[in-house]
């Protein structure tokens, strides 16, 4: 089983040679880096083909001008030629080496169609210190509604399931993460298995964490894509999500110097690695 990595960035070269370089150690062996690169001005295609040769032919890229995030992202999937298909941003990287492997093992089993596990908010300068912690053991479709969603980047799904039920949607800017999984797990209930590990570090920063403009667009898009799908939501029910983020930071401790915008914004889902 091959399983693709994609990773859409635009001027991310500060970042990207820690996420790809967190691919190329895992463990499990059929593994295929793709790069998607918005038209960089930055230094990310010098970090991208330095850190080819160690891939020995299992990183592939591009470089060119795109219509967004999600476009990137579809760009990816669609060049991917693995069996199972997973993001990792330029400013995440995989939190063990052996992530990869047991994603693999999950899939082994050819009822399930995607996974998902654990992740871990973390900030310059200590990438080692967890921030905000967020488990998604508990989680189950009908808590879409109330703005929870599995953590994004831990998602991986057949490359199958976006050829039959469709991909990212491009007039989304912040959200089209959470309208997917509300159509793959709430319309179409495809079949999902929790590991239970953290399979992701991720940096505070990114789209939806940029300003409470930000925020609010990213609430809206989260109604609108419930809406879209058949599932009831208000905007007044997505503060719930808040009231749990505070209760994990509390547990983390190491979480409690966040500004109320981070807070808000370190959503389970998105960041990006793009500097737009």
Same mark, same amino acid.
């Given at each position: 089983?091959?399983?693709?990595?994609?990773?859409?960035?635009? #001027?991310?070269?500060?970042?990207? @040679?820690?996420?790809?370089?967190?691919?190329?150690?895992?463990?499990? +062996?059929?593994?295929?880096?793709?790069?998607v690169d918005g038209a960089s001005t930055d230094d990310t295609l010098a970090v991208v083909r330095g850190l080819a040769p160690a891939f020995a032919g299992r990183l592939r890229w591009i470089s060119e001008p795109d219509a967004g995030l999600y476009d990137a992202i579809n760009k990816g999937i669609r060049m991917a030629t693995g069996d199972v298909v997973g993001l990792l941003h330029a400013d995440d990287f995989f939190a063990s080496d052996d992530v990869l492997s047991?994603?693999?093992?999950?899939?082994?089993? +050819?009822?399930?169609?995607?996974?998902?596990?654990?992740?871990?908010?973390? &900030?310059?300068? #200590?990438?080692?210190?967890?921030?905000?912690?967020?488990?998604?053991?508990?989680?189950?479709?009908?808590?879409? &509604?109330?703005?929870?969603? +599995?953590?994004?980047?831990?998602?991986?799904? $057949? $490359?199958?399931?976006?050829?039959?039920?469709?991909?990212?949607?491009?007039?989304?800017?912040?959200?089209?993460?959470?309208?997917?999984?509300?159509?793959?797990?709430?319309?179409? $209930?495809?079949?999902?298995?929790?590991?239970?590990?953290?399979?992701?570090?991720?940096?505070?920063?990114?789209?939806?964490?940029?300003?409470?403009?930000?925020?609010?667009?990213?609430?809206?898009?989260?109604?609108?894509?419930? &809406?879209?799908? @058949?599932?009831?939501?208000? !905007?007044?029910?997505?503060?719930?999500?808040? !009231?749990?983020?505070?209760?994990?930071?509390?547990?983390? &401790?190491?979480?409690?110097?966040?500004?109320?915008?981070?807070?808000?914004?370190?959503?389970?889902?998105?960041?990006?690695?793009?500097?737009?």
């Amino acid at each position: 089983m091959t399983i693709s990595v994609i990773t859409a960035c635009r #001027n991310g070269g500060q970042w990207l @040679g820690s996420a790809l370089d967190s691919v190329r150690r895992q463990t499990w +062996p059929a593994i295929e880096s793709v790069v998607v690169d918005g038209a960089s001005t930055d230094d990310t295609l010098a970090v991208v083909r330095g850190l080819a040769p160690a891939f020995a032919g299992r990183l592939r890229w591009i470089s060119e001008p795109d219509a967004g995030l999600y476009d990137a992202i579809n760009k990816g999937i669609r060049m991917a030629t693995g069996d199972v298909v997973g993001l990792l941003h330029a400013d995440d990287f995989f939190a063990s080496d052996d992530v990869l492997s047991q994603v693999a093992a999950a899939f082994a089993d +050819p009822a399930v169609d995607g996974v998902f596990g654990d992740i871990r908010f973390v &900030r310059e300068p #200590n990438l080692a210190k967890t921030v905000r912690y967020y488990r998604a053991k508990h989680f189950r479709p009908w808590m879409l &509604r109330f703005g929870f969603m +599995p953590p994004h980047p831990t998602c991986f799904m $057949r $490359r199958s399931l976006f050829e039959r039920l469709g991909y990212y949607k491009t007039d989304y800017r912040i959200a089209a993460d959470y309208e997917l999984l509300v159509r793959y797990l709430w319309v179409h $209930r495809i079949r999902c298995r929790y590991l239970d590990l953290t399979m992701t570090r991720m940096r505070l920063g990114g789209m939806s964490t940029r300003s409470p403009r930000s925020t609010y667009t990213l609430n809206r898009e989260i109604v609108r894509g419930c &809406r879209e799908n @058949g599932m009831w939501t208000a !905007l007044p029910l997505l503060t719930f999500k808040y !009231l749990f983020k505070v209760f994990e930071l509390i547990h983390t &401790r190491e979480g409690m110097g966040l500004s109320v915008r981070e807070v808000a914004g370190a959503r389970d889902g998105m960041t990006s690695g793009r500097r737009e």
